[in-house]
C-alpha cells in the first residue's frame, strides 16, 4: 500500500518562510508527476505547484516567484520550500502523486496546516 506523509507546517508571520516535504512509501516502482496542492477554508483545493519525474515545474501564479517545488527520486520525496508567505497562503497543504504500484494511480497526503499571520 502507497503511502504519502507530509510534514513541516506551521504557524509564520508575514514575509516568513517555511518548507513543506513529503514522502512516498510502499511498493513504489516508478512515480510521475508528484504536486502540492492546498484548501483554504470555504474554498475548493487548488494546485500550488507541480514536478514532472524529470525535474520540470510549474507553478499556480499566485506561488510563482515565492515558492518552489523540488523532488528526490532517489528517496520517493517532493519538497516545497515556501518564502515571503503571505496570510491568504494559510491553508491546509496536500501532497499528491501519480505512482506505480499495482498498477498507475493517483494518492493523496493528510494534509498539513499552513498559517500565515499579518
Known amino acids: 500500500q502507497v503511502q504519502l506523509v507530509e510534514s513541516g507546517g506551521g504557524l509564520v508571520q508575514a514575509g516568513g518562510s517555511l518548507r513543506l516535504s513529503c514522502a512516498a512509501s510502499?511498493?513504489?516502482?516508478?512515480?510521475?508527476?508528484m504536486a502540492w496542492y492546498r484548501q483554504a477554508p470555504g474554498k475548493q483545493r487548488e494546485l500550488v505547484a507541480s514536478?514532472?519525474?524529470?525535474?520540470?515545474?510549474n507553478y499556480a501564479d499566485s506561488v510563482k516567484g515565492r515558492f518552489t517545488i523540488s523532488r528526490d527520486n532517489a528517496k520517493n520525496m517532493v519538497y516545497l520550500q515556501m518564502n515571503s508567505l503571505k496570510p491568504e497562503d494559510t491553508a491546509v497543504y496536500f501532497c499528491?502523486?501519480?505512482?506505480?504500484?499495482?498498477?498507475?494511480?493517483?494518492?493523496w497526503g493528510q494534509g498539513t496546516q499552513v498559517t500565515v499571520s499579518s
Open positions: 510502499g511498493r513504489i516502482f516508478s512515480i510521475n508527476v
Open positions: 514536478i514532472t519525474s524529470d525535474g520540470n515545474p
Open positions: 499528491n502523486a501519480n505512482v506505480l504500484a499495482r498498477g498507475w494511480a493517483e494518492y
